[in-house]
């Protein structure tokens, strides 16, 4: 089993450290991207690392952590082939993965305690997606953000 990723601000540090705690306990790799103390670090260097080790293959799936899950979610969404979302409850964690694929789980320090954390994690692992219904829009949800990043890339190489 690949390792799970996960990566924190330092609004988020400890709740990270819960977190990798209770999936090594589980028998679950991880790979730690960062903080590991009071250090400062902007949040979307450490989504940034994490996403792009997801979408490189590296990792089958991530979490990231910040003060909300907000932040770190935006900034993961910008990386290309990734699909990241907020999950602060058991239903708004389980859908991501069943009907949109999402790659990985953001919440916040700030918004969900220890214990709660943990039961979203168990059910961001126990979830699939689920071929079917949500399939097209998945599907066109690709097809998007291929064209845009076809887009981008003609209109930068124009000349200004």
């Given at each position: 089993?690949?390792?799970?990723a ?53 990792h ?21 082939g ?51 219904r ?27």
């Amino acid at each position: 089993m690949k390792a799970i990723a996960v990566g924190a601000d330092d609004a988020a540090v400890h709740l990270k450290g819960v977190i990798a705690q209770y999936l090594k306990h589980r028998g679950i790799p991880v790979h730690d991207y960062g903080i590991f103390d009071d250090e400062t670090v902007l949040y979307p260097d450490i989504a940034l690392a994490v996403a792009q080790a997801v979408a490189e293959g590296k990792h089958v799936k991530g979490s990231l952590l910040c003060g909300t899950g907000i932040g770190v979610s935006i900034t993961a969404n910008k990386v290309p082939g990734i699909c990241a979302a907020v999950c602060h409850d058991l239903y708004s964690t389980e859908r991501p993965r069943m009907s949109n694929d999402c790659q990985i789980m953001a919440f916040g320090s700030q918004v969900v305690g220890e214990e709660l954390a943990k039961s979203l994690v168990d059910v961001w692992l126990k979830s699939e997606f689920q071929v079917g219904r949500s399939t097209p829009k998945v599907e066109r949800i690709k097809e998007i953000e291929q064209s845009l990043s076809r887009t981008k890339q003609l209109g930068s190489a124009r000349p200004r």
